[in-house]
């Protein structure tokens, strides 16, 4: 069965460093997510990603965030300057139609660690 | 503003007992609402969805949810309860013409006791 897969599975980073968490989506997925869980919060929005643009962004995603699908099949967040507050899991998702209606494939997960 | 509220943050059930999961939402448009669960170590996945068909649905491992609107609620149950359904369980709040903003609850973690 088709998955989303995740790397790397924990990273632990000094803060002020760049992160760059990857995902591979399902292959015939036009929509990309990433959302994130910080330790005994809810599970938050951070971006969506169609056509090689960014569709949707939360209040989250600041200029610190950065998307891309750099050779059509990755789809990669990065963060420039890690804080420790950026300390979460991290999950990628993909799907074949438009996310609000539709379902999403989500990865296990990027666990970051910012100390 | 949409939002999403599951009561009880942990519930626990006798293997074979009934589950039932208790999910409210608030929202000014009609939604699409999700069940995922999220066994340990696992990513997320879809148990059910509704999307303004059939206001009971019917999801994997023998799972369903109820839409009610005048309750706006959408509660997961099922008749029996197995050991492997021990894990954590996200109702999920969509939009049509929201581009994967979707709203999740808290969570439940489900402990099912021997």
């Known amino acids: 069965e088709p998955e989303v897969t995740q790397t790397p599975s924990h990273q632990v980073t000094q803060m002020g460093q760049e992160v760059i968490l990857r995902c591979v989506p399902i292959s015939n997925h036009l929509y990309f997510y990433w959302y994130r869980q910080i330790l005994g919060q809810k599970v938050e929005f951070l971006v969506s990603f169609y056509n090689n643009e960014i569709s949707e962004k939360s209040e989250i995603f600041d200029d610190q965030f950065s998307v891309e699908r750099p050779d059509g099949s990755n789809f990669t967040l990065k963060i420039r300057s890690t804080k420790l507050e950026d300390s979460a899991m991290y999950f990628c998702?993909?799907?074949?139609?438009?996310?609000?209606?539709?379902?999403?494939?989500f990865g296990e997960g990027s666990r970051l660690t910012v100390l | 503003a949409q939002s999403v509220t599951q009561l009880g943050s942990h519930v626990s059930v006798s293997e074979g007992t009934p589950v039932l999961l208790r999910c409210n939402y608030s929202?000014?448009?009609?939604?699409?609402l999700f069940w995922y669960v999220q066994h340990p170590n696992k990513g997320l996945q879809l148990l059910l969805k509704?999307?303004?068909?059939?206001?009971l649905v019917k999801g994997i491992n023998g799972f369903e949810a109820e839409f009610k609107k005048s309750e706006t609620s959408f509660h997961l149950t099922k008749p029996s309860a197995h050991m492997s359904d021990a894990a954590e369980y996200f109702c999920v709040v969509g939009f049509s013409g929201n581009t994967g903003k979707l709203i999740f609850g808290q969570g439940t973690t489900l402990q099912v006791k021997p």
């Open positions: 929202s000014s448009y009609s939604p699409s």
């Open positions: 509704y999307t303004s068909a059939a206001t």
């Open positions: 998702a993909s799907s074949v139609t438009e996310g609000g209606t539709g379902e999403l494939f």
